[in-house]
């Protein structure tokens, strides 16, 4: 299986400023097609997980630009800009290139 | 607009068969590049990938779950199944389906509780 781990756990950030968090995968996340399947959820509390970022750094529907992803093959990052009270909770990382698919343990989001 | 629901048993006890229905809307799951999954969510824990269903019957199982896991579908009523065999305690989880394997669309989970 393909561990995905998440680094840091937790995360305090003031209002209005910047975070990233990584996510590094045990193996190449590269298919045999050429794609590579990283996506981003955050999870508010009380809620279903969100996709924000698929395959790296495409922006889901309604994600605003706030978000972005980058990286590549094992070693993969989320960077949000301008923290919103909205923008709290748990972001998990996910790899869909392989069975089994696998997240990471998440990152918690919490204002400073 | 797409939407996805869960339904299951609520509680049940060690032993049985957990049986879940996803219902969803604003897609077909005849579609070409259609996908189905399900995960879980233990309480204050992470996510867990349990299937995966596709439009031309494609299924993928989690290992770790053996095989206990069932999943099915019913694209004439746009529904998408799943089945654990022999539950116990560590199954107790809110279970989610979603749609594609990027799991664009979440449902709000159902909480399933094993207990005797």
């Known amino acids: 299986d393909v561990v995905m781990t998440q680094t840091p756990v937790s995360l305090s950030v003031s209002l209005g400023g910047q975070v990233s968090i990584s996510c590094r995968s045990s193996?190449?996340?590269?298919?045999?097609?050429?794609?590579?399947?990283l996506s981003w959820y955050l999870q508010k509390p009380g809620q279903s997980p969100q996709l924000l970022i698929y395959?790296?750094?495409n922006r889901f529907s309604g994600i605003s630009d706030r978000f972005s992803g980058s990286g590549s093959g094992t070693d993969f990052t989320l960077k949000i800009s301008r923290v919103e009270p909205d923008d709290l909770g748990v972001y998990y990382c996910?790899?869909?290139?392989?069975?089994?698919?696998?997240f990471g343990a998440g990152t918690k989001l919490e204002l400073k | 607009q797409v939407t996805l629901k869960e339904s299951g048993p609520g509680i049940l006890q060690p032993s049985q068969t957990l049986s879940l229905t996803c219902s969803f809307s604003?897609?077909?799951?005849?579609?070409?590049?259609?996908?189905v999954s399900w995960i879980r969510q233990p309480s204050g824990k992470g996510l867990e990938w349990l299937a995966t269903?596709?439009?031309?019957?494609?299924?993928g199982y989690n290992p770790s779950l053996k095989n206990r896991l069932t999943i099915s579908k019913d694209t004439s009523n746009n529904q998408a199944f799943l089945k654990i065999t022999s539950v116990d305690t560590a199954d107790t989880a809110i279970y989610y389906c979603?749609?594609?394997?990027?799991?664009?669309?979440w449902g709000q989970g159902v909480m399933v509780t094993v207990s005797s």
């Open positions: 979603a749609r594609n394997w990027f799991l664009d669309y």
């Open positions: 604003g897609f077909s799951l005849s579609t070409s590049g259609i996908c």
């Open positions: 269903i596709c439009w031309e019957d494609s299924k």
């Open positions: 193996q190449s996340l590269v298919h045999n097609n050429g794609n590579t399947y």
């Open positions: 395959k790296v750094s």
């Open positions: 996910g790899q869909g290139t392989q069975y089994p698919y696998t």
